[in-house]
């Protein structure tokens, strides 16, 4: 799993607010239930003190209870390798000794505080080889995509166009294009468009003014903004004020 995982976002979370919608499309996620009643696609009650790994899912939808709402622990990141075959794989650690041992160690660690980053990826990189058996093999995407990931994920939102990419990485932006949607299944275009609209929400919760969010993001007037949120997204920037 090397350097093929982004890890993009994580933590412990009691009672997450705005469940109804994820907007980091892209992200594939490990979930571990600690506790609570939460219904993945209103098809699959999530069992508390199991593991779930969700491959990137466009339509992901999680809802949880009112009246019993979750507490998990949670890994977004994003992968060079398409590790399912399906759409999620559900697992009991306690029939895996070391994976049990592992998941003990994290819930313990994060009923102190919380992980510094190194930390949370080097529990993410274990888990993964823990699960191993469970993975699909040889199934990497290109050199190409991955390293399309890669610098759309260590460059500034605001300055990312695929022409400018293409450059960077000095390659033909056609071949480019043609090469990230046959590994992904969406245009890199697309995929910034997803990232940005992730970042605006999360700009939003912490506070920044649309004007800011609008030049953070490369964005010429919040007008640009809202526009482009809502083609990514279908929904208004300022359901999430």
Same mark, same amino acid.
């Given at each position: 799993?090397? @350097?093929?995982?982004?890890?993009?976002?994580?933590?412990?979370?009691?009672?997450? @607010?705005?469940?109804?919608?994820?907007?980091?499309?892209? #992200?594939?996620?490990?979930?571990?239930?600690?506790?609570?009643?939460? +219904?993945?696609?209103? %098809?699959?009650? =999530? &069992?508390?003190? *199991?593991?779930?790994? *969700?491959? #990137? $899912?466009?339509? *992901?939808?999680?809802?949880?209870?009112?009246?019993?709402?979750?507490?998990?622990?949670? !890994?977004?990141?994003?992968?060079?390798?398409?590790?399912?075959?399906?759409?999620?794989?559900?697992?009991?650690?306690?029939?895996?000794?070391?994976?049990?041992? +592992?998941?003990?160690? =994290?819930? !313990?660690?994060? /009923?102190?505080?919380?992980?510094?980053?190194?930390?949370?990826?080097?529990?993410?990189?274990?888990? *993964?080889?823990? =699960? &191993? $058996?469970?993975?699909?093999?040889?199934?990497?995407? @290109?050199? =190409?995509?991955?390293? +399309?990931?890669?610098?759309?994920?260590?460059?500034?939102?605001?300055?990312?166009?695929?022409?400018?990419? #293409?450059?960077?990485? @000095?390659?033909?932006?056609?071949?480019?294009?043609?090469?990230?949607? %046959?590994?992904?299944?969406?245009?890199?275009? %697309?995929?910034?468009?997803?990232? %940005?609209?992730?970042?605006?929400? /999360?700009?939003?919760?912490?506070?920044?003014?649309?004007?800011?969010? #609008?030049?953070?993001?490369?964005?010429?007037? +919040?007008?640009?903004?809202?526009?482009?949120?809502?083609?990514?997204?279908?929904?208004?920037?300022?359901?999430?004020?």
């Amino acid at each position: 799993m090397e @350097s093929s995982v982004i890890l993009k976002h994580y933590g412990r979370l009691y009672n997450p @607010s705005n469940w109804g919608y994820f907007p980091n499309y892209v #992200a594939n996620r490990f979930y571990y239930i600690c506790k609570g009643n939460v +219904v993945y696609k209103e %098809k699959l009650t =999530l &069992k508390p003190g *199991f593991v779930y790994l *969700f491959k #990137a $899912d466009p339509e *992901f939808m999680a809802s949880q209870s009112p009246i019993d709402p979750i507490d998990h622990i949670y !890994f977004d990141f994003i992968s060079s390798e398409n590790f399912l075959d399906k759409e999620y794989i559900e697992i009991d650690p306690n029939h895996y000794p070391r994976l049990n041992s +592992v998941i003990k160690a =994290l819930t !313990f660690d994060y /009923s102190l505080n919380d992980l510094p980053q190194d930390v949370a990826e080097s529990y993410l990189n274990i888990i *993964f080889y823990e =699960l &191993k $058996d469970h993975f699909v093999s040889n199934r990497m995407y @290109s050199d =190409l995509t991955t390293s +399309v990931f890669r610098y759309i994920h260590e460059n500034p939102a605001g300055n990312l166009t695929v022409a400018g990419i #293409a450059d960077a990485l @000095s390659i033909n932006i056609n071949h480019l294009i043609r090469t990230f949607k %046959k590994d992904t299944g969406m245009t890199p275009l %697309k995929y910034i468009g997803l990232m %940005k609209s992730e970042l605006a929400v /999360s700009y939003i919760r912490k506070g920044h003014s649309l004007e800011d969010i #609008a030049e953070l993001l490369g964005y010429s007037t +919040v007008s640009a903004l809202s526009v482009a949120f809502k083609n990514v997204t279908h929904k208004n920037l300022s359901e999430f004020r």
